[in-house]
């Protein structure tokens, strides 16, 4: 009855998500219990991934308490705590980039959150937190990008206009804003699944549920978006990250798989209009990678991205449900593409869907 009522949009995804990710059980007596264990591992994974690599202590911070003669900043080993603290560095700045341009189009993530996490931004502890770490970290003035290929490229910055720097501003000392601490989750989640870490369009998948959380009206239920964030991000993840994984692209659970459904399912939904895509080698990786990779959240407002959402989650078969919706995509555009030459349907086609059509009832005429 859940599902039915989530993919319906009778039940939005706020109240059924948490369930429908396997986070919570179906039955809620349960849930007191669960959630306080939950919640405290998640203080326990920001204890000791950040506030206890963070910690300094006199001389201003130049000192720190892990500074042996056996382990200091240029050891080269690999098992090296500072080794691994330079190397995360590498993996923050990458999530702090993507993290604070996340929804460009709207203001919620620039702006304060209500709860901001106290154990963290408590003026008593003597630690230095992520928002330290992106400021201090020797890479700064260094732009870090990390492919699904796993290779991290370092290079200069062009330099930015005096505008462009808003951007990048951060709040005073007790506040924090959304992206930092959707900054938070994905680097606590790259810490915890190292084989995997942090790879560029995590930051997509996190972002509608993070808001959906810190946009609960109620009040106890907001408080805890970071956490509850986390577990149902981790638990998406682990349906969805071998779309991140490029060695596994031509495996049957890889992405160029998922790819290729696309176009055999439009072949039994619209065969003309597959004819036509084949007839000019458009191949699905020229458009499909990033709908299915990032679930659709880059081709639709907000909104309509959580009411696809919804629809998706609540499916058993959820993402045999993704290629339908793909699929549908391309049938409200099918006039333009039947009648566009490959220069014009490569560039309809790789255009947000926003920009050219309107969600509207169209989920019901899949």
Known sequence: ????????????????????????????????SLLKKQ??????????????????????????????????????????????????????????????????DMAFFQRPTDYPCLLILDPQNEFETLRKRVEQTTLKSQTVARNRSGVTNVSSPLKTSPNSLSEYEVLPNGCEAHWEVVERILFIYAKLNPGIAYVQGMNEIVGPL???????????????????????????????????????DDSQCGITYKMEKVYSTLKEKDVEL?????????????????????????????????????????????????????????????????????????????VRIINRVGIGGNLGNL
């Not at 003669?69 to 080269?76: A, F, M, R, S, W």
């Not at 991000?233 to 060695?247: G, H, V």
């Open 274 to 350: 597959y004819l036509k895509l084949q007839e000019q080698n458009i191949k699905p990786q020229f458009f499909a990678f990033r709908w299915l990779t990032l679930l659709l959240s880059q081709e639709f407002l907000l909104p309509d991205v959580i009411r696809i959402w919804d629809s998706l989650f609540a499916d058993e078969k959820r993402f045999d449900f993704l290629l339908l919706v793909c699929c549908a995509m391309l049938t409200l555009i099918r006039d333009q593409l039947l009648e566009g030459d490959f220069t014009l349907n490569m560039r309809l086609l790789q």
């Open 210 to 248: 993070y808001y959906t959380f810190a946009t609960d009206p109620n009040s106890e239920w907001k408080e805890h978006a970071e956490a509850d964030t986390f577990f149902c991000f981790t638990n998406l993840m682990a349906e969805i990250r071998d779309n991140f994984i490029k060695s596994l």
């Open 39 to 104: 919640r405290d591992l998640y203080s326990q994974f920001l204890k000791e991934m950040i506030i206890q690599p963070g910690i300094a202590k006199a001389n201003l911070g130049v000192s720190r308490e892990d500074v042996t003669l056996e382990d200091h900043p240029l050891n080269p080993n690999p098992d090296s705590r500072w080794n691994t603290y330079f190397k995360d560095n590498e993996v923050l700045l990458q999530i702090d980039k993507d993290v604070r341009r996340l929804y460009p």
């Open 1 to 32: 009855k859940l599902r039915e009522l989530c993919f319906s949009g009778e039940f939005p995804l706020r109240g059924g998500i948490r369930i429908l990710l396997n986070y919570l059980p179906l039955e809620k007596a349960l849930w007191s």
